[in-house]
């Protein structure tokens, strides 16, 4: 089955400052989804690749999957408190219809200093 | 729009009792999904389904039960609770499996503690 390893687990940034998390995979990614969380609340869906290479940005979010397609990084830049969370990564390793059924990373814990 | 909606926020069961977590989606969802949390750990899957009378097991499935006799219902069932059924659940939903239209939404987590 597909494991998913996010880096870091925990990040303490102080505002302004840029940061990467990366999520690898031991399978090729097919799918590729970026969720943030916060406490007692659900996921937020950020985005999803699926194409090596492919990049995409939101506000100041912007997740990259690498050209072999066994990782993806999100990257934040200028980081504000509203990106305090935790960034989960989930994916699916089937090549055709996966029915949605995602493996999740552990999670990686984003703080934001003021 | 609602999205996707998770009943109760917060339980606390005894060892041995029995309880059901409702789920409901008003986006006409063919797919949902019920998700366990653990702390410091990813979301694995217990149970999914594709569309009304259909469902499956995920990664998780023991000391669960589902049905889904709508489409826009899910319900978990805990029989027989114990501690390690301690966790945070979600229930998601997507449009269909196909990836490129695949957006899954997520409620916001129901928190159930086992004593």
């Known amino acids: 089955s597909q494991e998913l390893e996010q880096s870091p687990q925990s990040l303490i940034v102080q505002e302004g400052k840029n940061l990467t998390i990366n999520c690898t995979s031991s399978k090729t990614l097919y799918g590729l989804y970026w969720y943030k969380q916060k406490y007692g609340e659900g996921l937020i869906f950020l985005m999803m690749?699926?194409?090596?290479?492919e990049e995409k940005s939101h506000e100041k979010i912007t997740a990259k999957l690498d050209e072999k397609k066994q990782q993806s990084s999100l990257h934040i830049t200028a980081s504000q408190p509203s990106h305090a969370g935790i960034y989960l990564c989930?994916?699916?390793?089937?090549?055709?219809?996966?029915?949605?059924?995602?493996?999740f990373g552990q999670g990686t814990i984003l703080t934001v200093h003021p | 729009n609602a999205g996707v909606t998770q009943t109760p926020k917060f339980r606390i069961l005894k060892i041995g009792q029995s309880m059901t977590l409702q789920c409901a989606q008003d986006?006409?969802?063919?797919?949902m999904y019920w998700y366990r949390q653990d702390p410091g750990m990813g979301l694995k899957l217990i149970y999914y389904s594709v569309g009304a009378g259909i469902t499956d097991k995920g990664e998780v499935p023991n000391g669960y039960n589902v049905s889904r006799s709508t489409t826009e219902d899910f319900p978990l069932r805990l029989e027989l609770a114990a501690p390690s059924q301690t966790s945070v659940y979600f229930c998601?939903?997507?449009?269909?499996?196909?990836?490129?239209?695949?957006?899954?939404?997520f409620g916001e987590g129901s928190w159930l503690t086992v004593v």
């Open positions: 690749l699926q194409k090596g290479g």
């Open positions: 986006m006409n969802h063919n797919y």
């Open positions: 998601a939903s997507s449009y269909s499996g196909d990836r490129v239209r695949n957006t899954i939404y």
């Open positions: 989930g994916a699916d390793d089937a090549g055709g219809t996966s029915y949605g059924k995602l493996t």
